[in-house]
């Protein structure tokens, strides 16, 4: 069953601006990941944040869990038009099996 | 690294036809092999684990003896669509995991074919 909700669920924004995604989860989790989807792709993973830690950070992209109100956000800074893609959070809960959201659609604007 | 290969990227068939997709790891050994199912717009709803060498478990709802899971080696796994109709129309994508713990990649990241496009007329 899913776990993760992104919200929003679409985001329009102009090159050079921030994104920020939230996703909420339901129950304990091992980790939290982020992944791209291009249009018609396959996922690609972007980052772990294992249940200890608070935050975290890849390049442009930062990352925050807060276990205490099961709710993780993603951060993209300075966008560019190849940002553009459909964000999932995806959730390692007890039982290890892994549990998409259902995405953020982000559009940057050139 | 970690690169996993899917093939074909886009099928068309008749109804009542079956259609193979193969779901290779080209440079590791995949253990344990996932098999997702995507509708526009939405999230992977995943429809079984393949564990190489052993049965695929099979999520509740979906029908093993339509979709057929084989994982004869740790580089290949293939899913079969049996007597495909139009609702099966879908994008599958398969991914896999190196860790043998579970159905999930367990502190550490899925890698995914780029999907395959299947469209039943």
């Known amino acids: 069953s899913q776990q993760g909700e992104e919200d929003p669920q679409a985001l329009s924004i102009q090159e050079g601006e921030n994104a920020t995604m939230n996703c909420s989860y339901k129950?304990?989790?091992?980790?939290l990941q982020w992944y791209r989807q291009n249009s018609g792709r396959g996922l690609v993973h972007l980052i772990l944040?294992?249940?200890?830690?608070r935050e975290k950070h890849s390049g442009r992209l930062r990352v925050t869990l807060d276990t205490s109100k099961k709710s993780s956000s993603l951060l993209i800074t300075a966008s560019r038009a190849a940002d553009t893609a459909s964000y999932f959070c995806?959730?390692?809960?007890?039982?290890?099996?892994?549990?998409f959201g259902a995405g953020t659609t982000v559009t940057v604007r050139a | 690294g970690a690169v996993v290969s899917q093939h074909p990227s886009w099928v068309i068939c008749k109804s009542g036809t079956s259609v193979k997709i193969e779901c290779r790891s080209l440079?590791?050994?995949?253990?344990?092999m996932f098999w997702y199912r995507q509708f526009p717009k939405q999230s992977l709803m995943l429809m079984a684990t393949?564990?190489?060498?052993?049965?695929?478990?099979?999520e509740q709802g979906v029908e093993k003896d339509k979709f057929l899971i084989n994982h004869a080696s740790l580089t290949l796994s293939t899913l079969t669509v049996t007597s495909a109709h139009p609702e099966d129309s879908s994008f599958y994508i398969c991914?896999?995991?190196?860790?043998?713990?579970?159905?999930?990649?367990?502190?550490?990241?899925?890698?995914f074919g780029n999907g395959t496009r299947l469209t039943v007329t």
């Open positions: 991914s896999a995991s190196i860790n043998r713990q579970g159905g999930g990649s367990y502190n550490s990241p899925l890698h």
């Open positions: 129950t304990s989790i091992n980790n």
């Open positions: 944040i294992r249940s200890n830690e």
């Open positions: 995806a959730t390692v809960p007890n039982d290890y099996k892994l549990s």
């Open positions: 440079d590791f050994q995949a253990t344990t």
């Open positions: 393949s564990n190489e060498g052993s049965k695929a478990t099979y």
